[in-house]
């Protein structure tokens, strides 16, 4: 029997935890059998299906032509729109239902093209915030072995177990984090490159470790360690997520 690496309890799980699911493409970037029990395994894949299906996640997933496990479509629902990517699994093309002046702007109808505007979030910021820690406390685990034992995670492992529910903030980015490092190596790097997929860190300070998650054209930041809201100074206040924590930033700073 092994230890989970989230809840520490004994266990003899047999079922494989693929770090980026393979809703995303990945295929080989796994836990070994037991390091991740059922119970967390469980509770998990709650939060990431409607992190992937209720953010802006699904647009990008439909856009890239990702299969779901399934070899289907990828489908999701954020606010008005319902978005599937095509059924031959072309780049760039996607199937979106929903559309209205609010959410359809500068239609030209010479060309035929037209502005979508997607909401990032469907309710579902703490869905995606859950998301990022996993794949960051799983990925290093899996990859960065020092890295993980050198810090206590005890707050993220708290808080993807339910034990704190107290929302956790992260930002969207425009670009993959500057001074950054990737967590997988060599084959496990390349793997995911290929499906568009970057983790990466920043080791700040002692209680600042963060996270840089990227998929094709999103980019995602979180702090690993705590809830503390300054590393976020350098950042726009406007890519702050759950908004909620711009008000609160904003204070701070000022």
């Not at 809840?7 to 699911?21: F, G, M, Y």
């Not at 991740?36 to 395994?41: G, P, R």
């Not at 034992?149 to 425009?174: C, G, H, S």
Request: charged share 35%.
């Amino acid at each position: 029997m092994t230890n989970c690496i989230i809840c520490d309890s004994k266990n003899d799980s047999n079922s494989i935890e693929h770090i980026i699911p393979e809703s995303l493409g990945n295929q080989h970037y796994t836990l070994e059998r037991g390091e991740l029990c059922d119970k967390c395994n469980n509770l998990f894949s709650k939060f990431e299906n409607k992190a992937l299906s209720n953010s802006v996640f699904a647009m990008e997933r439909a856009r890239l032509g990702i299969k779901t496990k399934k070899g289907k479509t990828a489908k999701g629902k954020v606010d008005k729109l319902e978005i599937e990517g095509n059924k031959d699994f072309k780049k760039d093309h996607v199937d979106i239902k929903g559309l209205d002046k609010e959410n359809f702007k500068n239609y030209n109808p010479k060309t035929r093209i037209g502005q979508v505007y997607v909401k990032a979030f469907d309710q579902s910021e703490n869905a995606v915030s859950k998301f990022l820690l996993m794949v960051a406390i799983e990925s290093i685990y899996k990859s960065q072995k020092k890295l993980f034992y050198r810090y206590d995670f005890k707050e993220l492992k708290e808080y993807l177990t339910n034990q704190n529910t107290k929302d956790w903030v992260f930002i969207t980015a425009d670009k993959s984090l500057e001074g950054s490092k990737s967590i997988p190596t060599f084959l496990d790097k390349y793997r995911l490159k290929k499906i568009k997929c970057k983790l990466r860190f920043k080791e700040v300070s002692d209680d600042i470790l963060l996270f840089n998650y990227d998929l094709g054209g999103i980019s995602m930041i979180i702090n690993l360690l705590n809830r503390n809201l300054k590393w976020l100074e350098r950042f726009d206040e406007k890519t702050i997520y759950p908004e909620h924590f711009r008000k609160k930033t904003a204070t701070n700073i000022g």
